[in-house]
């Protein structure tokens, strides 16, 4: 089988509705959209976890969170875990990572912890240290104005280009860069240097960073020059792209600031359209009533005005139109390459916004769709046309896929399934998709750190929640927007015990089943 390459684009914090080939009214992507009229687009694509470290691992092990390991954010995926970007190494691939990474924590904060430290004994953790250096993405390394140069292979990553954070904070490799291009870099950065604007969305930051110098042209220039690098070669390459927009603070640069007007925006599902919010809704909606939002961490979800969600809303779209661009330049330099008939494109993003979805934002322990929910474009060169898929498929899918478009054997435990039998006319591979969420911390009114399982299947959303009293049922066919809660509805008592045994096989599904028992001859 002849070698293909692979270009894969990943965004953060992006909900699978925000791109004008998933239907989106105002937000233009003609690059994105491109890939769409080339190849798959998957219209029910789930992450493993809604936030960022946990399904960031899934992608790249193909196994679910509880079983890689890397549950929460500020958590490690362990030097002992293979990727399939280690197989695609093994097999003689050139393996490249530009941008957002991500599965080592990126800032120099401790991790926070569900346990009280008194009552751990003389062993604290039921494994044993395995003796990595997991400091790779933090801000010591970077302090400096020499390249910092880490530890490869980087899980599977031969060559790696490090941006840490989001928005005009964003870190790392790119740092060390802009600070090299002007001596104003740090003042660029203060958010006291902001420009001048009116809007009063929580963090909306008019970023005095210009667009050649913004993060996202940095991630792109760095993609062009590596797909400059692979002309002429015969050796398989895998890039991975990863840019760190369009995830809070909202701050796009220059014309991406007021590219679109919030006035022209609308709130589809204004908290008013659910018929019985669950708790975190009506908590989130006390705390803003009563002025307690402010003193809430800049990561947790919280309810929002009309205004604000607008405002939100047209900054997300500046940052993706952004993106857009940059890809255009991207696409245009693996055409320049002479690889483009050799390469497929895919397109996803780590978890969506809850942008203004019953008056919340960002993201957290529910798992609307609007968090659970992403974009996945697979353009195939050797593809016939577009297609629309509506085939049930996770996140922990794109590992055994690329590895099957590869030609190339998982290994042993990989839990996704390839979705090529989709893309070339089947059904569908699953008839349901997991969803898994443990917090970090105490937040969104819960009394100790969420722990939810979510099962997401043809016709319904059915999530539970350890030690409450509470839990979620929507009929998706009559309900698609996840309105009216039928978890304590009689008439949906005997769906309800049916979808608890199905999440049950699920969550068997689930365990990790690697390493095999292996005997001493």
């Given amino acids: 089988m002849p070698k293909v390459n692979f270009l894969v684009i990943v965004t953060d914090q992006h909900r699978a509705d925000y791109l004008g080939c998933y239907g989106h009214p105002l937000l233009r992507t003609p690059h994105i959209d491109s890939l769409a009229a080339r190849g798959g687009r998957f219209d029910r694509f789930h992450v493993a976890s809604p936030v960022c470290m946990p399904n960031r691992a899934s992608m790249l092990t193909g196994r679910m969170p509880s079983a890689h390991g890397l549950r929460d954010n500020g958590n490690i995926l362990s030097w002992r875990a293979h990727t399939f970007v280690d197989v695609l190494r093994a097999a003689g691939y050139r393996t490249a ?63 790696v280009d490090f941006v840490t954070q989001h928005g005009d904070q964003a870190g790392a490799h790119y740092l060390q860069w802009l600070r090299g291009q002007t001596p104003d870099a740090d003042a660029l950065r203060d958010r006291a240097n902001q420009l001048p604007h009116d809007y009063v969305c929580p963090q909306a930051y008019r970023t005095a960073i210009p667009e050649s110098l913004y993060a996202t042209s940095y991630i792109r220039d760095r993609a062009v020059d590596f797909l400059g690098s692979t002309a002429g070669s015969e050796q398989p390459f895998f890039a991975f792209v990863s840019f760190p927009d369009p995830h809070h603070p909202f701050t796009p640069p220059g014309r991406y600031w007021d590219m679109y007007d919030p006035a022209d925006f609308t709130v589809p599902l204004p908290f008013e359209a659910h018929r019985n919010p669950p708790p975190p809704i009506l908590w989130s909606r006390e705390q803003m009533r009563n002025g307690r939002r402010a003193g809430q961490g800049p990561q947790d979800s919280f309810f929002a005005s009309e205004r604000e969600i607008r405002e939100a809303m047209a900054l997300t779209c500046g940052m993706i139109s952004m993106i857009d661009d940059a890809i255009g330049d991207v696409l245009a330099a693996l055409q320049a390459s002479g690889h483009a008939d050799d390469t497929v494109v895919v397109f996803t993003s780590d978890h969506g916004d809850y942008l203004g979805d019953y008056g919340m934002m960002l993201k957290g322990p529910l ?143 689930a365990v990790d089943q690697s390493p095999r028992a292996k005997f001493a001859a």
């Avoid at 030609?407 to 990989?414: D, E, R």
């Avoid at 969420?450 to 539970?464: M, Q």
């Fill in 97 to 159: 990572h530009l941008g957002k990474a991500h599965i080592q924590p990126m800032t120099g904060q401790p991790a926070e912890s569900r346990i009280d430290p008194a009552a751990l004994g003389l062993i604290q953790e039921a494994w044993r240290d395995d003796g990595g250096d997991y400091t790779q993405e933090q801000p010591h390394h970077y302090a400096g104005t020499q390249r910092f140069q880490p530890k490869t292979p980087f899980y599977g990553y031969d060559e």
């Fill in 367 to 509: 798992p609307l769709q609007s968090i659970t929910r992403v974009p996945f474009i697979w353009a195939d060169p050797r593809a016939s046309g577009p297609s629309s898929h509506g085939a049930l498929a996770s996140t922990i899918d794109l590992a055994p896929t690329i590895l099957d478009r590869a030609g190339l054997k998982p290994y042993f435990g990989i839990q996704g399934q390839s979705l090529l039998p989709v893309l070339h006319g089947d059904e569908g591979v699953r008839d349901a998709v997991l969803v898994e969420y443990q917090d970090s911390k105490t937040r969104q009114g819960f009394a100790r750190p969420a722990f939810v399982r979510s099962l997401v299947t043809e016709d319904h959303r059915y999530t539970v929640y350890k030690d409450e009293g509470w839990g979620e049922l929507y009929d998706l066919c009559a309900d698609p927007h996840e309105s009216h809660n039928r978890w304590d509805d009689p008439a949906y008592a005997g769906q309800r015990a049916r979808l608890s045994e199905h999440l049950a096989q699920e969550l068997m599904r």
